[in-house]
């Protein structure tokens, strides 16, 4: 069994301490962190220990309060064997004896086939307090997210749960089963599909009953095959026998060619690769996995305070001279406004100021902190703002906040017009390396789609990580989505079109232009 150690972080509030003392059996549900339950996402939160069960996905995972204590019964360590079923039932019942928050997260709902009222049984006896948290049950959601409804007008007035991996399964009566109709769906993987069909077809099913098996179901590595009980032993060879799959025989499997939805997103499939700053990238990495694509975190930049806020400072403590203030960027805006709130001072300082924002994001973040933008430039570039000054700018004082490292054409050009312009300097960008070897194996896999970039540093830290091969099959293999017109310049030093190319400077445009690129096939 493993632990995994989190760094401390304070206790909860009173509300959330009251509920201490007790075991939360907790359904996390098929794999979709949407179908995470608002109970269990709470508990999750809140746990001082969370025991895991097998199968429960990574994004799920990251839920856990990072105070938690996490053990997972299902690993082994030093060469000793994983935990058998009576020894995880007796670590539940010795975690939820010290008063803690102890959940115990199980995969799909506690009660279908997961092994919850075993546990509940055990802690009833050993007189511990629990709670059950049903979650969404993999035998349910995964054939919707297929298409499948699991009961239907067509033939549903029943539906039967199997559980292949039970010791009795080879006891059930088959020609009982056979004869009630309706939807059969047996859960296990898919190394028990060719005995579950043998075992219907000696037992009298037509072996051209509708049948279908879904694998990894609800997630973006979902596979649906779609066959007869008499062909679907063999279409779904081509599925891993280890994965978490299930089978679904009935009527309503008809259904699914014109049902089909979540594998119908138009860039299911497709995997696709961020290399925006981690910090930065989760908005574009949801609406990527919104449209379907399997998304691949390669930040090559990393966003760091400036080496000295001197620069920064300078601005803030003269802030109210100036006639106007230049937010090149989201991380600029943060970084102001933090740095303000250090020195004791709020929004009253910008009263007599007129804010420019660069792009929409900027200018949404400006919103968000109860500023609406005297000036947002079509384009989204720092040069795009010059022609909306005036020729004659002397004795006029502006202050640019940006990053360290950024095109000085507005500095020098606002200068150049007799401006005072100070730079103040929010932050800086760090070229990061720390997953190289990873980004070469998944080059080298044949498995990417597209590489998206979002600024010219991140394609530059790109590039120079690239051997030289490995930047011949990019170029030739691989698509690459650029955000804007100083990206894609960036792409063009470096020899390469960008294959798809953004209309606005914005995630949102991005993730259109890929649609539609990939829409087109």
């Known amino acids: 069994m493993e632990s995994e150690e989190r760094p401390s972080s304070p206790r909860r509030t009173d509300e959330l301490s009251l509920i201490a003392g007790k075991v939360y059996l907790v359904g996390s549900g098929p794999g979709d962190p949407g ?9 999750l939160r809140a746990a001082d220990v969370v025991i895991l069960d097998s199968q429960v996905s990574s994004e799920i995972l990251a839920r856990i309060g990072s105070h938690a204590r996490i053990l997972d019964p299902t690993k082994k360590k030093s060469g000793k064997k994983e935990l058998s079923e009576n020894e995880i039932e007796h670590l539940i019942v010795e975690e939820g004896r010290k008063g803690k928050i102890v959940v115990r997260l199980k995969s799909g709902d506690p ?21 059950i948290v049903p979650g969404v049950s993999t035998a349910i959601a995964a054939p919707a997210y297929a298409g499948i409804p699991v009961t239907h007008r067509l033939d549903g007035a029943t539906v039967v749960l199997v559980n292949t991996k039970d010791p009795g399964f080879d006891r059930i009566s088959w020609p009982s089963l056979t004869g009630l109709g309706g939807t059969l ?18 037992a009298g099913m037509d072996a051209s009953a509708p049948a279908a098996v879904v694998s990894h179901g609800t997630t973006r590595k979902q596979k649906t095959v779609v066959g007869t009980v008499g062909t679907i032993a063999e279409l779904s060879r081509e599925i891993d026998p280890a994965v978490q799959s299930l089978l679904v025989v009935g009527e309503v499997v008809r259904l699914q060619e014109s049902i089909a939805w979540f594998e119908s997103k138009p860039l299911f499939g497709r995997t696709i690769v961020v290399t925006r700053a981690r910090a930065q990238s989760s908005g574009l990495v949801r609406l990527l996995e919104n449209e379907g694509a399997s998304v691949v975190q390669f930040p090559m930049i990393e966003i760091r305070p400036p080496e000295a806020w001197d620069a920064l400072d300078g601005v803030l403590e003269n802030v109210s001279s100036y006639s106007w203030i230049v937010f090149s960027s989201t991380n600029g805006v943060d970084a102001f406004f933090e740095r303000l709130g250090h020195h004791g001072k709020d929004l009253r300082v910008l009263a007599s100021c007129r804010i420019a924002a660069v792009g929409d994001a900027t200018a949404t973040s400006l919103h968000n902190r109860g500023i609406i933008p005297d000036l947002v430039p079509e384009k989204f570039q720092a040069a795009a703002l010059i022609p909306h000054f005036p020729e004659d700018l002397k004795g006029v004082r502006i202050a640019i906040i940006r990053a360290l490292a950024g095109k000085d054409d507005l500095l020098m050009e606002l200068r150049h017009r007799g401006a005072v312009v100070d730079l ?15 980004l070469g194996s998944m080059l080298g ?3 990417i789609d597209a590489i998206t970039f979002t600024s010219a540093s991140t394609v530059d830290n790109f590039f120079e990580q690239l051997t030289d091969d490995e930047r011949k099959n990019v170029i030739s293999n691989i698509r690459l989505a650029s955000i804007g017109p100083v990206t894609s310049e960036a792409l063009r030093s470096h020899g390469v079109d960008p294959a798809i190319e953004a209309s606005e400077a914005t995630i949102h445009s991005l993730t259109r232009a890929l649609v539609e690129r990939f829409s087109r096939g």
């Open 445 to 447: 896999s044949g498995r």
């Open 111 to 131: 009660f279908v086939f997961s092994g919850g009222g075993e546990e509940a049984e055990t802690l009833r006896q050993a007189g511990v307090s629990f709670e």
């Open 185 to 202: 769906i047996f859960l296990g993987g898919t190394a028990a599909v060719a005995r579950t069909t043998s075992q219907l077809l000696n």
């Open 424 to 438: 103040g300097v929010a932050y800086q960008t760090r070229p990061s390396r720390g997953l190289r070897d990873q």
């Open 35 to 43: 179908l995470l339950t608002l109970r269990a996402a709470e508990l």
